[in-house]
T-cell receptor
Framework: DTGVSQNPRHKITKRGQNVTFRCDPI?????LYWYRQTLGQGPEFLTY????????KSRLLSDRFSAERPKGSFSTLEIQRTEQGDSAMYLC?????????????FGSGTRLTVV | KQEVTQIPAALSVPEGENLVLNCSFT??????LQWFRQDPGKGLTSLLL?????REQTSGRLNASLDKSSGRSTLYIAASQPGDSATYLC??????????????FGKGTLLTVNP
C-alpha cells in the first residue's frame, strides 16, 4: 500500500478557470475527507465521503466547489471559476470506518495558486 | 464548538535539547487526539494517535500525553535533531454533536532545531 495519493502536487491557474484535483485513498479505507489549509493555519474540514456517499459539506464549500467519489474509490474535487481566495493547500485523507478508533492518513496535498 | 490552541507558535532550539510542544482544546468530549508533522509545502505525516482512554503514547524519541479532563496534550521530543525541524500540528476528534468524524486542528508549532 502506497498511502494516500494526490495529483497534481502543484497547480497554477488563472482566475476564472476551472481546476480538478484527484485523491486515491488507501484501498481498504472507506472514509475519505477533503481539507483546505491556508498559510499559517491548520487544515479546515471541507467534505466527507463514506464509500460513494457524500455525507457532509462544510459551509466553506461554496457552490463553485463540487466533490465526487464514484464507486467509493478515488475522489475528485473540482473548483469552478477560481478566485484568488481559493489559493491554498488542498489535503485529502482517508480512514477506516467506524473510524473513531483509527487515525487519519493524509496525502501530500495539492498546492493551488490562482493568479 | 471545539477550539484547539497550540503554544508556542514557534520554537527554536539547539540540537540535542529535549523539548515540549503544547496543545489545548476547549471541549473535553473527544474520541482521540492525533499529532502530525508537516514539512514546508508538504502534506501531513501522522506521528502519534492517543485514544481518549489513554494517557500517553510513545514512538521512538516522541512521547505524547493526554489529559482529557483538563483539555491538554503535550508532545515531548527527546534529543532533538535538525531533521526534526517542521511544523507540528495537533488535531482532536470530538464526540459531541453529530460530526464525530471531523478533525479540529490547531495552527501548529513551527520547530527549528539548529545544528
Amino acid at each position: 500500500d502506497t498511502g494516500v495519493s494526490q495529483n497534481p502536487r502543484h497547480k497554477i491557474t488563472k482566475r476564472g478557470q476551472n481546476v480538478t484535483f484527484r485523491c486515491d485513498p488507501i484501498s481498504e479505507h472507506n472514509r475519505l475527507y477533503w481539507y483546505r489549509q491556508t498559510l499559517g493555519q491548520g487544515p479546515e474540514f471541507l467534505t466527507y465521503f463514506q464509500n460513494e456517499a457524500q455525507l457532509e459539506k462544510s459551509r466553506l464549500l461554496s457552490d463553485r466547489f463540487s466533490a465526487e467519489r464514484p464507486k467509493g474509490s478515488f475522489s475528485t474535487l473540482e473548483i469552478q471559476r477560481t478566485e484568488q481566495g481559493d489559493s491554498a493547500m488542498y489535503l485529502c485523507a482517508s480512514s477506516l470506518a467506524p473510524g473513531i478508533f483509527y487515525g487519519y492518513t493524509f496525502g501530500s496535498g495539492t498546492r493551488l495558486t490562482v493568479v | 464548538k471545539q477550539e484547539v490552541t497550540q503554544i508556542p507558535a514557534a520554537l527554536s532550539v539547539p540540537e540535542g535539547e529535549n523539548l515540549v510542544l503544547n496543545c489545548s482544546f476547549t471541549d473535553s468530549a473527544i474520541y482521540n487526539l492525533q499529532w502530525f508533522r508537516q514539512d514546508p509545502g508538504k502534506g501531513l505525516t501522522s506521528l502519534l494517535l492517543i485514544q481518549s482512554s489513554q494517557r500517553e503514547q510513545t514512538s521512538g524519541r516522541l512521547n505524547a500525553s493526554l489529559d482529557k479532563s483538563s483539555g491538554r496534550s503535550t508532545l515531548y521530543i527527546a534529543a532533538s535533531q535538525p531533521g526534526d525541524s517542521a511544523t507540528y500540528l495537533c488535531a482532536v476528534r470530538s464526540n459531541s454533536g453529530g460530526s464525530n468524524y471531523k478533525l479540529t486542528f490547531g495552527k501548529g508549532t513551527l520547530l527549528t532545531v539548529n545544528p
